[in-house]
Structure formats: C-alpha cells, structure tokens
C-alpha cells in the first residue's frame, strides 16, 4: 500500500474517532439537560431517564436518584461507537403528562393534564440545545 493509502486510512481514523467523541458528549450534555430540567416531586420521573445504544429501553425504575441517572447515561453512551443510535426514553406512565400535556387514563382514556413545573415540557426545550452542543465539541475535537 503506498504512503498516500496509509496516510488517508489514519486521516479517516482519526477523524471517525473524532466524530465519535462529539456525538457521545453532545449526547451526554443534553440527556444531562433533559434529567437535570426534569420536574421534581419524589425524583423518580428524574431518575427513569433510561439511556441505550442501537435499541431503546421500555423498564423503568423505583430509583430516586437523578445522580445515577447521569451516570448511567455516561456509562451507556460510552460504549457508542459511529454508526450506532443512542436513545433516552422515559417510560413513567405520567411522562407524556409532563412533555405534552396529556395523560392516559383507565382505558386508555386521554385525558388533559401538564407539569406547572416544566409547562413547555422537558424534551421539546432541551432539544433545541442539541446543534450548540455539537457545534460546540466539534471545535473542540479540532
């Protein structure tokens, strides 16, 4: 193989790990957004901000904890690599009470209702944060 192919092969390394590294801490700033601008009464709706790579998680947890939320979110979004799909999900019946307003109720009855903490929800304001983040460690990864 000439210089020219190994030099291109370490130039698309580099810059692969590098892309890498911006969605991972991209991703790791806005779930922490999202977690920590999370409406709080016991901690829970907090502390069920479930992160996964290539799937998405459908559990939930009795955990209060937003602290180990965070945690796992850096623990999970780690072993990311290029072209995989990270998620966080909320799996809480009430979540969709929080970010839209709307709750099911016994039969699947939608019925109205919102968080006076987080009006606006919590998702739809946090994800405008997203370009900022990865305009942000793209300079950085330079």
């Known amino acids: 193989m000439s210089?020219?192919?190994?030099?291109?092969?370490?130039?698309?390394?580099?810059?692969?790990?590098?892309?890498?590294?911006v969605?991972?801490?991209?991703?790791i700033q806005l779930s922490t957004e999202i977690i920590e601008t999370s409406p709080v009464d016991t901690g829970r709706f907090r502390a069920n901000w479930l992160p996964a790579?290539?799937?998405y998680r459908i559990d939930t947890t009795?955990?209060?904890?937003?602290?180990?939320?965070?945690a796992k979110v850096i623990s999970t979004t780690n072993r990311y690599k290029l072209g995989d799909s990270v998620t966080l999900s909320n799996n809480l019946p009430y979540s969709t009470a929080i970010e839209f307003g709307l709750f099911r109720g016994k039969g699947d009855k939608i019925v109205g209702g919102f968080s006076k903490?987080?009006?606006?929800?919590?998702?739809?304001?946090?994800?405008?944060?997203?370009?900022k983040?990865?305009?942000?460690?793209?300079?950085?990864?330079?």
């Open 3 to 21: 210089n020219f192919a190994l030099d291109l092969s370490k130039f698309v390394n580099l810059t692969n790990k590098k892309m890498a590294v």
């Open 23 to 27: 969605v991972k801490k991209s991703f």
């Open 53 to 55: 790579v290539n799937g």
């Open 62 to 70: 009795e955990s209060t904890n937003e602290t180990k939320a965070i």
């Open 117 to 131: 903490k987080a009006p606006a929800g919590v998702v739809r304001v946090n994800i405008l944060r997203w370009q």
């Open 133 to 142: 983040y990865v305009d942000e460690n793209a300079r950085k990864a330079r």
